[in-house]
């Protein structure tokens, strides 16, 4: 069986995970919603039910009915959640956001006097991928990205993100971050993209294996000095990272969600 199939649950389905969060309230850490989950406490609505047995007359049972009132208004917005959660907590949201996620990774010219020029942008939304490629299309990446909530990206927090925010300098995201990285790495992963990709048994085509960030950066001067295959192969090799953080990031949900005393159903 292929290995990272065998990791998975039987389910295909992302089952949700955010109204069954706690750690955004105030004084609310791992231990206690461990706990609360152990009582049958599971949702919001749980709580809210049980909030005046568990603290009487108190002003944090107040603010925390308050933030659980607007949790439920707000559920539908990640960044809502995002401003309460440690960043390593994000992962959480993929499972009710999931259809409006898009998965991302750029390639590079490579340093030249500190500065990396962007050559391609890959987006991929769980059903189609799109590349965006300087000197072509690469400035509608700003509007393109604009649709979704959530964006995936692996080691993107220090690498993707910054050298987009420096090459589009009046762009703000408004979409949350999730650095796969940083998850998988919670799951016992460590090591680039591609190295985890192999131990979980992803398997690029053939003529694209070995290939790394320094082959993209030679394959786009190939591209400039006029070769007529070299963009099509730089793109292909981009795809297969854009396509795989999702193949992860359903992986990385997943396990992390059923280490969890949580019910499968929503």
């Not at 461990?34 to 009487?56: A, E, S």
């Not at 070299?230 to 992860?248: C, F, G, P």
Request: net charge neutral; aromatic share 10%; hydrophobic share 40%.
């Amino acid at each position: 069986m292929h290995r990272l199939q065998a990791a998975l649950p039987a389910t295909t389905t992302i089952q949700r995970m955010l109204e069954h969060t706690f750690v955004h309230l105030p004084g609310v850490g791992a231990a206690t919603e461990m706990r609360w989950w152990r009582h049958g406490i599971l949702t919001w609505t749980d709580l809210l039910d049980k909030l005046p047995t568990l603290v009487r007359g108190s002003p944090w049972r107040q603010q925390v009915q308050s933030i659980l009132d607007t949790s439920l208004q707000r559920k539908n917005d990640p960044r809502f959640f995002a401003e309460r959660i440690k960043p390593a907590e994000y992962w959480r949201l993929y499972g009710d956001f999931a259809d409006s996620c898009a998965f991302l990774d750029i390639e590079t010219s490579g340093v030249t006097n500190d500065w990396q020029d962007i050559t391609v942008i890959g987006l991929y939304d769980g059903q189609q991928y799109r590349a965006f490629v300087q000197g072509i299309d690469l400035e509608e990446f700003e509007d393109a990205v604009l649709d979704f909530q959530l964006v995936v990206t692996f080691n993107g927090s220090r690498f993707d993100l910054p050298i987009i925010q420096r090459y589009f300098r009046n762009f703000s995201a408004p979409w949350v971050h999730i650095d796969l990285r940083t998850v998988l790495m919670r799951l016992g992963h460590r090591g680039g993209l591609k190295i985890i990709e192999q131990r979980l048994g992803i398997h690029r085509p053939a003529d694209l294996q070995g290939m790394n960030g320094y082959d993209a950066v030679l394959l786009w001067q190939r591209h400039l000095q006029g070769d007529p295959q070299a963009l099509e192969i730089l793109i292909r090799y981009n795809r297969e990272d854009v396509v795989n953080l999702k193949t992860l990031m359903d992986y990385a949900y997943r396990l992390q969600r059923r280490r969890m005393p949580l019910p499968d159903g929503d």
